[in-house]
């Protein structure tokens, strides 16, 4: 299965040839920051931004760490600084679709985390605030994306778990090696589930021969002990040997081997035990 960071490293890789996409990707990744600074753990995403920036002519300072560097310890984020102000406006109502792609990709580069498990794929976007939130869910609401949201920790988590919905904001933002592998995934799963179905109904199919067949051996040695199988007719006595031949088989193979239907093996059958319970009773 695809890993969460392969697609992050498919996004980040992806350069727009264009400036307004290159401008829309960048206030994606700025997104929910407010005083202009990106925080990443991700040094690809951190080059990211400030590719972007460089080629956009603005002056941007190389990544620093958040804190100094200590003796020990474990990652630490990424700080890119940059000029909000010097990007302008943006509208996502008033965007092209290609500006609204870039924006979403640097949305997801910026505050997104993607984790793919036994139960499913899920994507989560966190921001510190509501009114970014909101603006989000409506803005992928607009690309029927259904994404929910809830407070966490003093956080805004807009988050995605349906897999269509997530695959559909994969291919906007161009990560379309991950469509692919969650593509794959998707119908491996699908295949896996109809196979345990059909083994399930097999197990099923086979307990009940077993327990049909033991009866019916059960009924055969009890007429056979009363004295009652050579008084039988013809055509059910040769049923019982059959069955006592072929303890293990199905009806179709019985009926295969007697030159009977189905039915007419299972009439047979069922008769023996009638007959058994009757000197039962």
Excluded at 49 to 66: D, I, K, W, Y
Excluded at 150 to 157: L, M
Aim: a positive charge.
């Amino acid at each position: 299965m695809l890993l969460a960071g392969e697609v992050k490293g498919e996004l980040a890789r992806i350069q727009p040839a264009r400036a307004c996409d290159r401008r829309a990707e960048l206030l994606g990744l700025l997104y929910g920051s407010p005083n202009g600074a990106l925080r990443t753990l991700d040094h690809a995403i951190a080059r990211t931004a400030v590719h972007l920036a460089s080629r956009l002519g603005l002056t941007v300072a190389p990544p620093r760490p958040a804190v100094p560097e200590r003796a020990r310890g474990g990652r630490r984020h990424l700080v890119v600084k940059l000029d909000r102000s010097a990007l302008g406006t943006w509208s996502w109502d008033e965007a092209p679709a290609c500006d609204r792609r870039a924006f979403l990709r640097g949305v997801l580069l910026g505050n997104g985390s993607i984790s793919f498990t036994a139960s499913g794929p899920h994507i989560e976007i966190v921001l510190g605030d509501s009114d970014a939130a909101l603006e989000l869910q409506r803005a992928l609401a607009s690309l029927e994306v259904r994404a929910l949201r809830v407070e966490r920790r003093g956080r805004q988590v807009v988050y995605l778990k349906g897999q269509e919905e997530i695959a559909v904001l994969l291919r906007l933002v161009g990560a379309n090696r991950g469509v692919l592998e969650l593509e794959t995934y998707r119908v491996g799963r699908d295949v896996q589930a109809r196979l345990n179905r059909l083994i399930n109904a097999e197990e099923a199919n086979l307990a009940r021969t077993v327990r049909a067949a033991d009866r019916q051996l059960s009924a055969i040695a009890r007429l056979e002990a009363d004295g009652g199988l050579a008084s039988l007719a013809p055509g059910l006595r040769e049923m019982a040997v059959l069955r006592r031949q072929m303890p293990d088989a199905d009806l179709d193979t019985l009926a295969a081997a007697i030159g009977l239907s189905r039915s007419a093996v299972n009439h047979r059958l069922r008769r023996l035990v009638e007959l058994a319970t009757d000197k039962e009773d």
